[in-house]
């Protein structure tokens, strides 16, 4: 898990050296633009703070998502970041249904199982 953690790590200083070259010729261009980058710089070095947390103290994330289908079904994932327990429906957030869930906020949308479900508690 820890390796996943540096990979994202890695990933994220990447973008932010990235969006700090956008940032550069933003600020010629337009104060908008490059007021919207530097929040996007900001948020990601949030990120990259908050894994390297993770990192240190071995801590598993997790957040609890209740969906609902259109005809009522109703179905609860615990997406957790690190070693998922299937018998407490617990899922990873590498997971293609983890990941989906991770990116998604209360009453978004998602397909699981050929089927649509709406986000409907976020805990």
Avoid: H
Avoid at 16 to 23: D, T
Avoid at 49 to 74: A, H, N
Wanted: zero cysteines; glycine letters at 4%; charged letters at 30%.
């Amino acid at each position: 898990m820890s390796q996943e953690i540096q990979r994202k790590i890695k990933e994220i200083e990447d973008r932010i050296v990235e969006l700090s070259k956008v940032y550069q010729s933003d600020i010629g261009s337009s104060y908008k633009e490059a007021s919207q980058t530097q929040d996007l710089i900001s948020m990601l070095e949030k990120q990259k703070f908050e894994l390297k947390i993770q990192l240190e103290k071995g801590i598993t994330v997790s957040k609890k998502f209740t969906l609902k289908s259109e005809d009522g079904e109703i179905i609860a994932f615990n997406v957790v970041s690190s070693d998922p327990d299937r018998a407490k429906g617990e899922i990873s957030i590498q997971s293609n249904i983890g990941n989906q869930l991770n990116t998604s906020s209360l009453n978004d949308k998602i397909t699981f199982k050929e089927k649509s479900f709406k986000i409907v508690a976020v805990e």
